[in-house]
Structures are given as structure tokens and as C-alpha cells.
């Protein structure tokens, strides 16, 4: 069964940085494009960030600039390195994958959902 923890979040000031992680357990990352995803209150889950087997990266307009996605293969372990914070940002965040570069942003199917962890930056 494969299992996604993801860790790192906090609470921080507007301009601020955080960085996130995400270790996978039970399939490895292998040949998967990895993905972090959010959920702020009364929104849906939306798309932050996704990066290809062989490292290739994508960002979703809002944060584009601002964050930057890594993994380790060895580790089994993608994380989010987020700068610049800003109120909009505060959710909870969320790590996925896919076979698919292209389809991970809207159908990621590498595990079931973790249970995130909370990011918010006060103003």
C-alpha cells in the first residue's frame, strides 16, 4: 500500500519561507512524475507544482518565481522549497504523483492523498 507523509509546514510571516517535504513508502518513485498540490478553506484542491522523472519542472501561474520543487530518487522524497510567502499561499499542502507529466496536474495517481500539512503565513 502506498503511503505519502508529507511534513514541513508551519506558520510564518508574509515573506517568509518554508520548505516541504514528502517521503513515499510502499511503491517507489521510480519513473513517476511527483507533485505537490494544495486545498485552502471552502476551495478546491488545486495544482502547485510538478516535477518529471528525469527533472524537468512545471509551476502553476500563482506561485511560478517563488517555489521550487526537488526530489531525491534514492530517498523516495519530493519536497517544495517555498519563498516569498504571502496570505493567499496559506492551505494545506498535499503530494501526488503520476505515470504522466501532463496528467498529473489534474488526475495524480501514484497513492491515495496523505493527510497534508498545514502551511500559513500571516500578514
Known amino acids: 500500500q502506498v503511503q505519502l507523509v508529507e511534513s514541513g509546514g508551519g506558520l510564518v510571516q508574509a515573506g517568509g519561507s518554508l520548505r516541504l517535504s514528502c517521503a513515499a513508502s510502499g511503491r517507489t518513485f521510480s519513473g513517476y512524475a511527483m507533485g505537490w498540490f494544495r486545498q485552502a478553506p471552502g476551495k478546491e484542491r488545486e495544482f502547485v507544482a510538478a516535477i518529471s522523472w528525469s527533472g524537468g519542472t512545471y509551476y502553476a501561474d500563482s506561485v511560478k518565481g517563488r517555489f521550487t520543487i526537488s526530489r531525491d530518487n534514492a530517498k523516495n522524497t519530493v519536497y517544495l522549497q517555498m519563498n516569498s510567502l504571502k496570505p493567499e499561499d496559506t492551505a494545506v499542502y498535499y503530494c501526488?504523483?503520476?505515470?504522466?507529466?501532463?496528467?498529473?496536474?489534474?488526475?495524480?495517481?501514484?497513492?491515495?492523498w496523505g493527510q497534508g500539512t498545514q502551511v500559513t503565513v500571516s500578514s
Open positions: 501526488n504523483g503520476d505515470s504522466s507529466f501532463i496528467t498529473i496536474r489534474t488526475t495524480p495517481r501514484f497513492g491515495s
